[in-house]
């Protein structure tokens, strides 16, 4: 995450800054029939969950949704986001409390025990039991975004593609890691495997399968066979060895599920964030929308696609119209204005960046271009550090400046100083001229004492 206090610090108060899309707690205006925007009914539906009730909850409901969380905070403005956050979860389970799922939370001071039992680690993250699973929310905590989360937990793990139609659907998904693998039949074992890793990856990982010749031959799929599409390539991989077991799925798309190019979503940004390549992410602000956001993402599409089979380049595509209220910080965090493209570099501990410099703010960069640029990331010419560097040698020319400063100053004190020497030999100097002049004086007087003493002689 950009340079906050920590994660799950973040993943908090994201609940509190982002509420639930506004009217989904507090009505703004009369709704006309079919868009009456849920409201909380102030009914308790969250349980506090503790070493007596645990075993109870999770046997109730087919899927568990807990919200981990540390003590009780003091402050008014902490407590305030910890009651927006319980909102948050009494919204949804209010709206999904005939689908079979239960909520709760859990105090990491007071229920220590019962989180250590269930595995709960990370304070300010929602865990779902599902089965035996044990999947983690890594989205933004907001009803709609939870909602649609789970929703997606109910749906099976694997969706069956059975004409063309469905097909151009499944080819439109482009922004999703997807599979798809072409089987017999439902009863297929090897559909069996299939389905299971499905399960171990949902719904963050969208799978799909056909059992329609036609279709399998439109994919240019055999039979067994499963390909690995990545995000925004136009041509997917075959998995090698088939047919599959469930492990060699599970462990061919560990290792590949880092995309070349990939959308900062609501449903998994804590994830995206913090899946960094040495503590640095390339990321890229465009908007879909605007014409020039628009032809900086097909230039960014057209370097990952050429560029895919280089396993350390990773960059992250943000929609700033997916996000309003981050734009403000991000563009004082960052220094940059999001309503132009912009690519850059950003290290995920201190929100350090460097971006992309665009010669021409009309022209944007052409794809070799961008390729140089992100070549210069790749091999560290261009990086965090050097801004670090920068910014001291900043520091370093102002001291220098303080330093000629005090210099100066000290030369002006030793003029000062000599000037003050000359005015006082003046002084001295004419204060010895006019003692000479006193002494002629008397000189003066003594004489005619003489002359008058010369006189009185002559008379006699």
């Not at 960069?365 to 801004?387: A, Q, R, Y």
């Amino acid at each position: 995450m950009v340079s906050t206090p920590g994660t799950s610090q973040a993943r908090q108060s994201s609940s509190y800054a982002f509420v639930s899309a506004g009217r989904s707690l507090f009505p703004l205006a009369p709704a006309e029939k079919g868009l009456e925007f849920p409201q909380y009914d102030g009914k308790d539906r969250v349980l506090d969950i503790n070493d007596k009730n645990y075993k109870k909850a999770l046997k109730k409901d087919s899927m568990v949704c807990l919200f981990y969380h540390g003590p009780i905070p003091d402050s008014k403005e902490q407590q305030k986001q910890h009651q927006m956050t319980e909102l948050v979860l009494e919204l949804v389970a209010q709206v999904l409390e005939e689908k079979d799922i239960g909520f709760g939370m859990v105090d990491s001071h007071k229920d220590a025990k019962v989180a250590k039992k269930l595995g709960l680690e990370e304070e300010g993250s929602v865990y779902v039991f599902k089965d035996d699973r044990v999947i983690e929310f890594d989205g933004l905590l907001s009803a709609n975004t939870l909602t649609e989360f789970l929703l997606d937990l109910l749906e099976e793990p694997v969706e069956v593609i059975g004409n063309a139609l469905e097909l151009r659907a499944f080819d439109r998904m482009e922004e999703d890691i997807r599979l798809i693998g072409y089987f017999k039949s439902e009863d297929s074992e090897h559909y069996e495997a299939f389905k299971e890793a499905a399960e171990q990856f949902q719904p963050y990982i969208k799978f799909f399968a056909t059992f329609v010749k036609s279709v399998a031959k439109e994919l240019t799929l055999k039979m067994n066979e499963v390909d690995f599409y990545e995000p925004f390539m136009e041509e997917p991989v075959t998995i090698p060895g088939k047919p599959h077991s469930e492990e060699d799925l599970v462990e061919f798309i560990t290792e590949h599920r880092r995309p070349t190019l990939r959308k900062l979503r609501a449903e998994d940004m804590f994830e995206t964030w913090e899946d960094d390549i040495e503590g640095i992410h390339i990321v890229a602000f465009a908007e879909e929308e605007d014409p020039d956001g628009y032809e900086f993402l097909e230039i960014l599409k057209e370097v990952a696609r050429d560029n895919t089979h280089l396993p350390e380049l990773s960059i992250v595509w943000i929609d700033p119209d997916d996000f309003p209220l981050l734009i403000p910080y991000w563009e004082k965090t960052f220094k940059v204005d999001l309503f132009r493209p912009q690519i850059g570099v950003v290290n995920v501990t201190d929100a350090d960046s460097v971006w992309m410099e665009m010669d021409d703010e009309e022209d944007l960069p052409t794809p070799k271009e961008l390729e140089d640029w992100i070549e210069d990331v790749l091999s560290g010419k261009v990086n965090t550090e050097d801004d670090d560097e920068e910014d001291d040698d900043d520091d370093d020319d102002d001291d220098d400046d303080d330093d000629d400063d005090s210099e100066d100053d000290e030369d002006d004190d030793s003029e000062d100083d000599e000037d003050e020497d000359d005015n006082n030999g003046d002084d001295n100097d004419e204060e010895d001229d006019g003692d000479n002049e006193d002494e002629d004086e008397d000189d003066d007087d003594e004489d005619d004492d003489d002359e008058d003493d010369d006189d009185e002689d002559d008379d006699e």
